[in-house]
Antibody
Framework: QVHLVESGGGVVQPGGSLRLSCVGT????????MHWLRQAPGKGLEWVAV????????HYGDSVKGRFTISRDNSNNIVYLQMNSLGAEDTAVYYC???????????????WGQGTLVTVSS | QSALTQPASVSASPGQSITISCTGT?????????VSWYQRHPGKAPKLIIY???NRPSGVSNRFSGSKSGNTASLTISGLQAEDEAVYYC??????????FGGGTTLTVL
């Protein structure tokens, strides 16, 4: 059974940095693309970033491009999201999600973690 | 403001059908057949119910169907049931390998 667990959320000051982690179990992690998504309080879902299964490609949403970096460690089944220059608009629950395609990236999400809350506040 | 436009809410009685629209541009919905729909119940993870505009994942009821015309995609739910009450999100692959979401539509089954 696919299981995704995020960690690393917390309270950070504006302009600060935070690194989120997501451990994936129950599937062959190294053959799936992974995404980060977020949901701000009272708002809808927003796609943040994707990393292909082999890390050859990474893509970002417009609101985080240049500030966030996605990476992965296939040896330990972890995907990361390094977040820099954080602002109040980045306050959200952050989810990792598995791409539905195995060995290819199809930009659909078939399994989600429970989320980790990031609060940017002074 | 979300990149894709959905109605904020829709409601209908059990047994009826509803359609939720999702409007984008030629750089996303209109340019690719990579539209998906997610159902989200409170406190639960979103569930993929439609992908590639019209396809249903295994196990999803055939009461859910998808379509697209131009820059607007649609999700139709027929034979509404109480368990269908949820928030529905559309997404689309967009130019430069991005994903856009709609703002979500709250479905109320009266």
């Amino acid at each position: 059974q696919v299981h995704l667990v995020e960690s690393g959320g917390g309270v950070v000051q504006p302009g600060g940095s935070l690194r989120l982690s997501c451990v994936g179990t129950g599937f062959r992690f190294s053959t799936y693309g992974m995404h980060w998504l977020r949901q701000a309080p009272g708002k809808g879902l927003e796609w943040v970033a994707v990393i292909w299964y082999d890390a050859t490609n990474k893509h970002y949403g417009d609101s985080v491009k240049g500030r966030f970096t996605i990476s992965r460690d296939n040896s330990n089944n972890i995907v990361y999201l390094q977040m820099n220059s954080l602002g109040a608009e980045d306050t959200a629950v952050y989810y990792c999600a598995r791409d539905e395609g195995e060995g290819r990236t199809v930009y659909y999400f078939d399994s989600w973690g429970q989320g980790t809350l990031v609060t940017v506040s002074s | 403001q979300s990149a894709l436009t959905q109605p904020a809410s829709v409601s209908a009685s059990p047994g009826q059908s509803i359609t939720i629209s999702c409007t984008g541009t030629s750089s996303d919905v209109g340019g690719y057949n990579y539209v998906s729909w997610y159902q989200r119940h409170p406190g639960k993870a979103p569930k993929l119910i439609i992908y590639d505009v019209t396809n249903r994942p295994s196990g999803v009821s055939n009461r859910f169907s998808g379509s697209k015309s131009g820059n607007t995609a649609s999700l139709t739910i027929s034979g509404l049931q109480a368990e269908d009450e949820a928030v529905y999100y559309c997404t689309s692959y967009a130019i430069n390998s991005r994903v856009f979401f709609g703002g979500g539509t709250t479905l109320t089954v009266l």
